[in-house]
Nanobody, 123 residues
Framework: QVQLVESGGGLVQAGGSLRLSCVVS????????MGWFCQAPGKEREFVAF????????TYADSVKGRFTISRDNAKNTVYLQMNSLKPEDTAVYYC????????????????WGKGTLVTVSS
């Protein structure tokens, strides 16, 4: 049974920072890519960032490039999302996901999901 548990969400003012964490259990974490997605109220879940198994390759949605950084610590089975210069439009529930197959940024390709952590950015 694969479990993903996100943490680190909360309320922050515009321009502030948060660091999200996602701990994965039940699988050989270091073998798989990891993604972060977000879902704002009334909107579909969308891609935020993806990191490959080693951490050597990353990619980001255009809307977060230069502000967010995805990283991972395979010894701790944890993937992170450092979120800087937050904007009110970043307000959403943020989910981490495991990708067992090859590189992908499509939510339909993710194999396991966490339950999400809420990020609220006030103006």
């Amino acid at each position: 049974q694969v479990q993903l548990v996100e943490s680190g969400g909360g309320l922050v003012q515009a321009g502030g920072s948060l660091r999200l964490s996602c701990v994965v259990s039940g699988r050989t974490f270091s073998r798989y890519g990891m993604g972060w997605f977000c879902q704002a109220p009334g909107k579909e879940r969308e891609f935020v960032a993806f990191i490959n198994w080693s951490g050597g390759s990353t990619t980001y949605a255009d809307s977060v490039k230069g502000r967010f950084t995805i990283s991972r610590d395979n010894a701790k089975n944890t993937v992170y999302l450092q979120m800087n210069s937050l904007k009110p439009e970043d307000t959403a529930v943020y989910y981490c996901a495991v990708r067992v197959g090859t590189w992908s940024t499509w939510k339909e390709d993710m194999d396991y999901w966490g339950k999400g952590t809420l990020v609220t950015v006030s103006s």
